[in-house]
Nanobody
């Protein structure tokens, strides 16, 4: 089992920035690909970003490319999502995810482990 706890969400004005963090516990963090999904009110959950366990493969959704950056610190069992140039369309609950396969996170959208989510609200 892998437990994931997100933090860093909040309310920000359009054009602002937030940095989400996710701390993992329970298994060897460095063996897992990590990622972020989000779900806006009334919409399907969607993929945001993923990073391989060796930090050598990174995926982004087209909607966040150039604005969001995913990174990880294996020594601290933590994955980050730096979000810049936020707009109201980024308002959603953001979920941290983990899986042994980067493809299952980024392409198939079926990671094994999910956090509880953290709310991000961007005001116009």
């Amino acid at each position: 089992q892998v437990q994931l706890v997100e933090s860093g969400g909040g309310l920000v004005q359009a054009g602002g920035s937030l940095r989400l963090s996710c701390v993992a516990s329970g298994r060897t963090f460095k063996n897992y690909a990590m990622g972020w999904f989000r779900q806006a009110p009334g919409k399907e959950r969607e993929f945001v970003a993923a990073i391989s366990w060796r930090d050598d493969v990174i995926y982004y959704a087209d909607s966040v490319k150039g604005r969001f950056t995913i990174s990880r610190d294996n020594a601290k069992n933590t994955v980050f999502l730096q979000m810049n140039s936020l707009n109201p369309e980024d308002t959603a609950v953001y979920f941290c995810v983990a899986d042994s396969s980067t493809v299952r996170v980024a392409v198939q959208g079926r990671p094994d482990y999910w956090g509880q989510g953290t709310q991000v609200t961007v005001s116009s």
